[in-house]
């Protein structure tokens, strides 16, 4: 599952090096906005087989851990890429986001995603030598942005899901 925003185009060399499938996040492609982030989770494991390989990034990791946590038959394996349980800082949750950046950011996206998405792309390379030729690449590969209402749809998820206490549930295998 992408992440927020960019969709499938700079996943797609690993998701076909891998064999795997897309599943597109709600209102992104041809699926239809859910704007319930527990109605979303529930709607997407109703589509998968038991014991799924699931792999998710940023936002599709967040939706992937929450299939994991209420519906672990479902899920065979997991893949977290650049997902948390809390996008933003909360009690006892130092290491995110504080709440009033991402206020400031979805403010901005309702304004001008244009304006906006090379500075959120650009933060997947903050440091990185090559950072503004990466930039560029991955903006290429960017799908279509889906509608506005989906963009703001995903960005109230990162501000009000919480998922430390789903964590806990997901089992795993140490290696």
Not at 144 to 164: H, I, K, Q, Y
């Amino acid at each position: 599952m992408p992440g927020w925003c960019v969709g499938r185009g700079p996943l797609a060399a690993a998701v076909d090096a891998l064999n795997g499938q897309f599943i597109d996040l709600p209102g992104y492609g041809e699926t239809p906005l859910v704007e319930d982030f527990d109605a979303a989770v529930d709607a997407i494991a109703a589509r998968l087989e038991p014991g799924t390989a699931l792999a998710g990034w940023s936002l599709g990791a967040q939706l992937a851990l929450a299939i994991a946590a209420r519906h672990p038959a479902k899920v065979g394996k997991l893949l977290l890429v650049a997902g948390t349980t809390s996008f933003i800082q909360r009690d006892g949750w130092p290491f995110a986001m504080p709440p009033a950046n991402l206020v400031e950011f979805t403010t901005a996206v309702a304004a001008d995603i244009e304006a906006m998405l090379p500075r959120f792309v650009g933060g997947f390379n903050r440091g990185d030598a090559q950072a503004k030729a990466i930039t560029l690449e991955l903006l290429k590969l960017a799908d279509p942005r889906p509608a506005g209402e989906v963009l703001l749809t995903g960005l109230r998820w990162l501000a009000e899901v919480d998922l430390r206490p789903d964590a806990p549930k997901v089992p795993a295998q140490h290696c």
